[in-house]
């Protein structure tokens, strides 16, 4: 089935630990995104990247990092950096440019990540 | 992109019709509305999405005004698997450097 695959489902960190949110998406799309969601929020922005090897900071991107060495593949990392890394996280992908249809988002099933 | 502005919940009966407001007063000609929808600890879902004219797919039907300023999504028979949170977004046609999710407004449905 095509789509876009978040794991793990649930991690934890510890104080001092960096941690990496994987996602993956086999539907060819060029763009991809990280958001950050709080309880009863809405989602924020962390990075995005429209092609690979590019990436841009949402307006969250403190405490986080993330790559883009393949078209499918785009982790997060919650660095120690990230004092407050308790929340949902939801990765996207949508096709780059052009069309009305090509800012529909595709959203995995997210991470719930949580601090020990 | 232009701001939006929904209620933050709304309550509807189970097999009535939903309607869920957005107003985008501030919305430029080249500015599409898209709706999602999340449902509890889970991804955002697209639903829809228009210009100008009224769209109806297999899921809801939009109703943007003449002046489009504002849009309505409409459930036509809602169910309780319809309670969500449903974000209304404007966006210009392929800008996908970034999208901002709002608040959104969360649809109960009550049987």
Redo the contacts between chains.
Sequence with gaps: DGGITQSPKYLFRKEGQNVTLSCEQNLNHDAMYWYRQDPGQGLRLIYYSQIVNDFQKGDIAEGYSVSREKKESFPLTVTSAQKNPTAFYLCASSARGGEAAKNIQYFGAGTRLSVL | DAKTTQPPSMDCAEGRAANLPCNHSTISGNE?V?W?RQIH??????II?G?KNNETNEMASLIITEDRKSSTLILPHATLRDTAVY?CIV?V????????????TRLTVKP
Excluded: E
């Design positions: 599409y898209y999602y600890s889970q991804g955002p879902q697209y999405h210009l974000y966006r046609a392929g800008n996908n450097n970034d999208m901002r999710f709002g608040a959104g």
